[in-house]
C-alpha cells in the first residue's frame, strides 16, 4: 500500500466524482488498465472493460466492483479490439446496459523484447494492430457516445465531466530501446493519434489525451521486458524507484476529473523522470 490514500487512488480526491458516469476500458483485464479503471469506480464510476481472454476479463471485472458497494462492473471477453465489428458490439452493449459512455481508455497492447533481425513482418505488423489500430478502432467505435457525453456535460453545465480519452502510450520511443521497434513504433502513432483527435474533436468539447506509464512494479509489461537484476537500470531513475499502479490511475483520475477540463492533447509521462536519463536503455 502507498502512504497518502487506499490501494486504489490517493486521497486528494472526492470519493462521488465520478457519480453517474460511465467507462469503457480496452485491455482492462491488465495490471495497470484494470487500476485506472479500480480508481474511477472507487470515486463513482460503472464500467465495461474488454479483452480477449473470457475468464481473465470477467474475473477482473468481479474484483474491479468490489471496490465499492453497489459498483457495475461489466467484463467482456473475447473481444479483440482488431476486429471493429466485435468492438462496435462490445461498446453499443456497454453503452445500453450502463446508460452511455463517457471515458474511454484505450490501453489494449501487446509485446515482447525481440531484435529487428529476429522480427518477422507479421510480428511486427501484429503489434501495431493491437496498439495502434486497436486504439483507432476503440476511438471509431466509442465516438458517437463520446460526443453524446461531451455535448451533455456541456449542456448541464455541472461539474460534472464526459466525452474524454485517454489512450496509453510510452515514453520510451523518444530516445529508443533495443528490441522494441514494432511497440515504440505504434506508441509512436498512438501520440500523433491523440494529438490529431484532440484537434478534430476539441471544437465538438471531447478531449484527448495520452498517459505514458514508465517502469511500474508488478506489471505485465516489467515481467515481459526487463530481465532479472536491473537494479542499476532503477538506481538511474531520478526519482529511485520504479512507480505503482496507483500512480497511473491517479494520473487517469486527474485528466477525467474537472481538475482537467482545459488539458487536450496532451502527453502526461508518468515515470519518474525515467525517459529523461535511460536514452537507450
Ligand atoms: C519474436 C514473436 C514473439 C517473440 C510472437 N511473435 N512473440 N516474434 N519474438 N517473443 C511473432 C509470432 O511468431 C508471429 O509471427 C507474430 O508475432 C504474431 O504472433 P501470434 O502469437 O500469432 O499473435 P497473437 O496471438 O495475436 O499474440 C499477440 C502477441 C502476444 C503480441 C504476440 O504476445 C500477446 O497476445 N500479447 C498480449 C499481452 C501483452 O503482450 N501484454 C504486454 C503488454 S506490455 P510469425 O511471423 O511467426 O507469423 C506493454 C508495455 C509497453 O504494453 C511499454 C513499452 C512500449
Not at 459498483?71 to 446496459?97: H, I, T, W
Not at 455535448?151 to 474524454?164: D, F, H, I, L, Q
Not at 496509453?168 to 533495443?178: K, Q
Not at 496507483?246 to 487536450?264: H, K, Q
Request: hydrophobic letters at 40%; proline letters at 4%.
Amino acid at each position: 500500500m502507498t502512504p497518502g490514500g487506499n490501494n486504489y487512488v490517493s486521497n486528494v480526491w472526492r470519493e462521488n466524482i465520478f457519480d453517474g458516469t460511465v467507462v469503457f476500458c480496452t485491455g482492462g483485464g491488465g495490471d495497470i488498465c484494470s487500476a485506472q479503471v479500480k480508481a474511477l469506480v472507487y470515486l463513482g464510476a460503472n464500467a465495461c472493460i474488454i479483452g480477449r481472454n473470457i475468464e481473465k476479463t470477467e474475473k477482473v471485472a468481479r474484483d474491479i466492483a468490489m471496490v465499492r458497494p453497489g459498483a457495475k462492473v461489466l467484463g467482456y471477453g473475447s473481444v479483440d479490439v482488431r476486429n471493429p465489428r466485435l468492438l462496435r458490439e462490445a461498446v453499443q452493449k456497454c453503452a445500453s446496459e450502463l446508460g452511455g459512455i463517457d471515458f474511454v481508455i484505450a490501453g489494449a497492447a501487446g509485446n515482447f523484447l525481440a531484435p529487428i533481425t529476429q522480427l518477422s513482418e507479421n510480428a511486427f505488423k501484429t503489434v501495431v494492430e493491437i496498439d495502434l489500430v486497436g486504439a483507432f478502432n476503440t476511438l471509431k467505435a466509442t465516438l458517437p457516445f463520446l460526443l453524446q457525453s461531451a455535448s451533455r456535460a456541456k449542456s448541464e453545465k455541472s461539474a460534472r465531466s464526459g466525452g474524454r480519452i485517454i489512450f496509453l502510450s510510452a515514453a520510451t520511443y523518444y530516445t529508443g530501446v533495443p528490441l522494441q521497434a514494432h511497440a515504440l513504433a505504434a506508441k509512436a502513432g498512438i501520440d500523433v493519434l491523440a494529438a490529431n483527435t484532440a484537434i478534430e474533436l476539441g471544437p465538438r468539447g471531447v478531449t484527448a489525451n495520452v498517459i505514458a506509464p514508465g517502469p511500474i512494479a508488478n506489471t505485465e509489461g516489467m515481467r515481459r521486458l526487463t530481465k532479472p537484476g536491473n537494479e542499476k537500470s532503477v538506481a538511474r531513475i531520478p526519482l529511485g524507484r520504479l512507480g505503482n499502479v496507483r500512480e497511473i490511475a491517479d494520473a487517469t483520475v486527474y485528466l477525467f476529473s474537472d481538475a482537467g477540463n482545459y488539458v487536450n492533447g496532451e502527453i502526461l509521462v508518468v515515470d519518474g523522470g525515467a525517459w529523461r536519463t535511460h536514452g537507450g536503455d
